[in-house]
C-alpha cells in the first residue's frame, strides 16, 4: 500500500494526482474489451507504448490472429512481442515460452485454456492439459511470467526463438523465419535471437529480436533443438531460414509450486536484452512489478477524471484511453539503424488510421509524450528520407493513401507542441508533396505527375486514385498551415490551392438517389472512369478507395467543408445528403476511419441536433463492455479513441486548432492539463434520452458557437453544456471555420 501511495504524481510530466483517484483509474480497464469480433486488441499486459506485450499465441489454422489471441484454438504458447487492433497481415510474435509437463517436445506442446481473465498490467489463464497457472505481467521492454505448476517430476519451460505469427492466405503479407539462434548459459539463463522478414507492411529486410531469460529457480536438466531434432544436454543452436530452433529447462516441481521468469528483449543486441531484465526488473517479485506497471498506467490514465459516471462507462471510457496508448512503441534507446539522441518509436501502424482522432488524443492529454513521438517522427525523416505513413519492425511500408504525417506534425505545430525542430519537420512534409518515392508503397505519394500537372491523380498512375486524390488535397492543407505559421506566405498560398485540388475529381453530373455531385477518378485524358457506382469497391482493398467509397469520400473534405456544403447544393440539401449516407446500408461504416469526422459535419450546416442524434445512435449501437465490444479493427487506439472524444462531448477536426461540440454521454469531465491547469466539461441532466445541447457557457460567459480553440481548452476553464431531450435553437453563432475558397 506504500507503494501505491507514492503512485499518481506525474502525468507525462504535467499534472498531479492522489493515489484515490489513481487507485479508481487503474481498476476499470478491461484489457480483454474488443479482443474479439474483429477488435483485435491485445489482451496481454505492457507499460503505456510498452516494447514488451507478452501474450498468448493460438493455433487457429492458416491465419494466426493478429495480436495473438483468438477467441478458439489452443494456446500454443506466449509470445514477447505484439501489435495491437490491427487487420491485414500479421507482425512480430516473437520468442515464445511455454511451461509444460512431461518429456519436453518441440512442437504438439498446445493447451485448451481456462480462466483466462485480464487486469491492469496483468494477464492470468490455466492451461488445462497440464494443468499450469500462467500469470504475465511487464516492465517498458521485460515481461515477467509466475508459472504455478502440479506436481510433476518433468516441468518444463519451452524457449522457441523460432516462432513468429504467420499469416498464410493473404498474399505477401505472411512473416518468414530469416535465422534463430539460442544459448542456455547456465541453469537459470537462456539467451537468443530471433530474424523475422515479411508481414503487413512486406518488409525485404530482416528485424532482429534478441532474449535474455532468467529463472529464479535452477534448472536440473536442459537441452536445445534445431527444425525439431532435440539434443538434450545441449547448450546452443542455431538456423537459417525456416528451420527454427528452441530450448528447454526441466525442474521437478511440487503441487502448487511456482516458478518465476523474466524475459527481457532488445532490437539491438543480447547485452542489452539482460541489461533490461536485470535493470528493469531486478529481483523476482512479481506482484511489485504488477503494481509498478499499474501505477504506470494510473499516471498516463489519470489526464481525464470522470466524475458521475456509470461503471460501465467508467470501464468502457479508460479502456478505450488505454487502448490509445499502446501504440506506437516506445523503442528509444533500442533503435538498431542508427545513433541518435532523439526518441526512437516504432510500430505506426498506421499513421492513415491514427492521425485523426489518437494523435489529437495525446497531444491534448499527453503533450510530452506526443512531443516525443513527433520529434521521432522528424528524426526517422532525418535519417531515412522520408515520413512514415505506416513503420513496423524499424521499417516504413504500407502507405495506404496519402503522406498522413502532415497532420500529426502539423497538429502538433497548430496546438503548440514546444521543442521539435519544425525546420526540418517543414522539409520532411514539402518533400512528399513534391518528390515521387521509388516505392510508392513504402512512403511518399505515388502519381504525383498528374497530381502536379493537371491536379489530380490517375487511375493509370496509382491504386484507390479516389481516396489518394482527396488524403493528398487534406495533406497540402496541412504543409499550408505549417507553412503559413513559419511565415512562408508563398508556400502557404501555393499548398492552399493544392488544397482544393479535390474538386478536380467531383463530378457534377454524377447523380445517386436524387444527390448530384460526387467524387469520381479519371484517366489521364481527363475521361471520367467507366463504369463507376458511388458505392464501388466499399471493402479495405479497393481499386478506386480505401476502406470507404464515393459516398465516403465525398464528404471528406476537412480543409473546406463550407466549399463542400456549396459543391453539394447548400446546406439543407447537405443536410440531406447526410442523412442519406447514413440511412442507406452500404454508404457509412462505422468501421472505418476515413468516416470518422462525418457524424459532425452537420454543425457546419447549422444542424448540430443531427450531430448529436448520429453520434450517440453510433456509439450506442456499436461500442459495448466485453470482448466483442468494438465495432471493427481498433487499429492501434484510432476507434478507442473515437469513442473517447465522443464520450467526452469534443471531436478534433485533425490537424486544425478546433474542436467540434458533440453529444457528451458523461455527468462531467476533467482533462489535468499542463501547469497544474484544468478544463472541465459538465453536461447537465445528461441520460440516453437528454442527448441534445439546448444552451452552453464557457467560463460563465453564453457559448453561442459548436466548437472551440484549442487554446480555449488547455488555458483551462468549463464548459457547462444543458442536455434535454427535445433540441433547442442552440447554436445560433457562428460555424466552425472552414479554408477561404480559393476557387
Known amino acids: 500500500m506504500r507503494r501505491a501511495m507514492r503512485v499518481g504524481v506525474v502525468v507525462f510530466g504535467v499534472c498531479c494526482f492522489t ?76 520468442i515464445l515460452v511455454q511451461p509444460t509437463t512431461g518429456a519436453p517436445v518441440t512442437n504438439g506442446y498446445g493447451s485448451p485454456r481456462e480462466k483466462e481473465q485480464g487486469a491492469i498490467g496483468f494477464y492470468k489463464v490455466t492451461l488445462q492439459r497440464y494443468p499450469i497457472d500462467v500469470e504475465i505481467t511487464a516492465a517498458r521492454r521485460t515481461a515477467f511470467y509466475r508459472f504455478t505448476y502440479p506436481d510433476a517430476r518433468q516441468a518444463n519451460i519451452l524457449f522457441d526463438a523460432g516462432h513468429y505469427l504467420k499469416s498464410g492466405s493473404k498474399a505477401g503479407e505472411g512473416q518468414s523465419l530469416t535465422a534463430s539462434q539460442i544459448t542456455v548459459l547456465s541453469p537459470t539463463e537462456v539467451t537468443g535471437s530471433s530474424s523475422v522478414t515479411g508481414g503487413w507492411n512486406k518488409q525485404p529486410t530482416s528485424y532482429t529480436v534478441y532474449f535474455y531469460a532468467k529463472t529464479d529457480m535452477p534448472a536440473q536438466s536442459w537441452g536445445t533443438w534445431r527444425d525439431h531434432d532435440m539434443h538434450p544436454g545441449a547448450r546452443h543452436a542455431e538456423a537459417g531460414a525456416n528451420a527454427g530452433t528452441g530450448a528447454w529447462l526441466t525442474f521437478p516441481t511440487k503441487q502448487g509450486e511456482q516458478v518465476r521468469l523474466k524475459v527481457g528483449i532488445s532490437f539491438v543486441n543480447p547485452e542489452q536484452a539482460k541489461s533490461n531484465a536485470t535493470s528493469e526488473i531486478a529481483g ?7 503494481a509498478a506497471s499499474a501505477a504506470e498506467w494510473d499516471k498516463a490514465l489519470g489526464a481525464i477524471e470522470l466524475k458521475g459516471e456509470t461503471p460501465e462507462q467508467a470501464q468502457m471510457f479508460y479502456t478505450a484511453l ?93 496546438k503548440g507542441l514546444k521543442g521539435i525542430d519544425w525546420n526540418t519537420a517543414y522539409a520532411a512534409e514539402v518533400k512528399d508533396a513534391e518528390v515521387s518515392p521509388k516505392d510508392q508503397f513504402k512512403e511518399g505519394r505515388g502519381g504525383l505527375a498528374g497530381w502536379h500537372d493537371a491536379g489530380y491523380v490517375t487511375v493509370e498512375d496509382v491504386d484507390r486514385p ?23 506566405t508563398s508556400e502557404y498560398e501555393k499548398y492552399l490551392r493544392h488544397s482544393g485540388n479535390w474538386e478536380n475529381l467531383w463530378d457534377s453530373n454524377l447523380d445517386d438517389s436524387g444527390f448530384r455531385g460526387f467524387i469520381r477518378p479519371r484517366h489521364r485524358d481527363g475521361s471520367w472512369l467507366t463504369p463507376f457506382t458511388t458505392i464501388e469497391d466499399c471493402s479495405w482493398g479497393g481499386k478506386t478507395f480505401y476502406e470507404g467509397n464515393s459516398w465516403t469520400y465525398s464528404l471528406f473534405v476537412p480543409q473546406n467543408v463550407a466549399r463542400l456544403i456549396e459543391k453539394s447544393g447548400g446546406p439543407q440539401r447537405f443536410v440531406e445528403r447526410l442523412d442519406a449516407f447514413f440511412n442507406v446500408p452500404g454508404r457509412y461504416d462505422v468501421g472505418n476511419e476515413p468516416g470518422f469526422l462525418s457524424p459532425y459535419l452537420y454543425i457546419w450546416a447549422g444542424r448540430h441536433d443531427k450531430t448529436a442524434s448520429r453520434v450517440r445512435e453510433i456509439m450506442a449501437a456499436n461500442f459495448h463492455a466485453g470482448r466483442k465490444g468494438l465495432p471493427g479493427n481498433d487499429d492501434s487506439g484510432a476507434m478507442s479513441s473515437w469513442y473517447a472524444f ?55 460567459k453564453p457559448l453561442n458557437r459548436a466548437w472551440l480553440r484549442h487554446s480555449e481548452i488547455v488555458n483551462g476553464g468549463r464548459l457547462v453544456l444543458t442536455m434535454e431531450q427535445e433540441p433547442g435553437l442552440w447554436p445560433t453563432g457562428d460555424v466552425p471555420p472552414s479554408t477561404p475558397s480559393t476557387r
Open 322 to 414: 488505454y487502448h490509445a496508448m499502446l501504440m506506437p512503441t516506445d523503442r528509444t534507446g533500442e533503435n538498431p539503424l542508427w545513433q541518435s539522441k532523439e526518441p526512437y518509436y516504432d510500430d505506426y501502424y498506421a499513421i492513415w488510421d491514427t492521425f485523426r482522432t489518437s494523435s489529437p488524443l495525446l497531444t491534448l492529454i499527453a503533450p510530452e509524450r506526443e512531443t516525443k513521438i513527433v520529434r521521432a517522427l522528424v528524426d526517422l525523416y532525418r535519417n531515412e528520407g522520408w515520413l512514415p505513413d505506416a513503420r513496423s519492425g524499424n521499417y516504413n511500408g504500407r502507405t495506404q493513401g496519402g503522406s498522413n504525417a502532415e497532420f500529426v506534425l502539423t497538429d502538433a505545430y497548430v
Open 466 to 488: 479516389g481516396s489518394k486524390q482527396m488524403e493528398y488535397a487534406a495533406n497540402d492543407f496541412e504543409i499550408a498551415l505549417l507553412a503559413k505559421g513559419m511565415g512562408k
Open 19 to 94: 493515489s484515490m483517484l489513481a487507485a479508481q483509474v487503474a481498476q476499470h480497464v478491461d484489457p480483454l474489451l474488443g479482443v474479439d469480433g474483429g477488435g483485435n486488441t491485445f489482451p496481454g499486459p505492457t507499460t503505456p507504448f510498452g516494447m514488451a506485450k507478452p501474450g498468448p499465441d493460438m493455433d487457429v489454422g492458416v491465419d494466426d490472429a493478429n495480436a495473438g489471441w483468438a477467441a478458439k484454438g489452443e494456446i500454443r504458447g506466449f509470445s514477447q512481442t505484439h501489435v495491437s487492433g490491427t487487420g491485414g497481415g500479421v507482425k512480430y510474435g516473437n
Open 646 to 700: 465522443g464520450q467526452m462531448g469534443i471531436f478534433p477536426n485533425a490537424g486544425q486548432d478546433v474542436y467540434l461540440i458533440g453529444s457528451p454521454g458523461l455527468p462531467q469531465t476533467v482533462l489535468h492539463l499542463a501547469d497544474s491547469r484544468t478544463f472541465v466539461i459538465e453536461a447537465k441532466n445528461v441520460s440516453a434520452g437528454n442527448k441534445y445541447v439546448t444552451a452552453a457557457e464557457l467560463n460563465g
Open 284 to 290: 523476482f517479485d512479481f506482484d511489485a512489478t504488477r
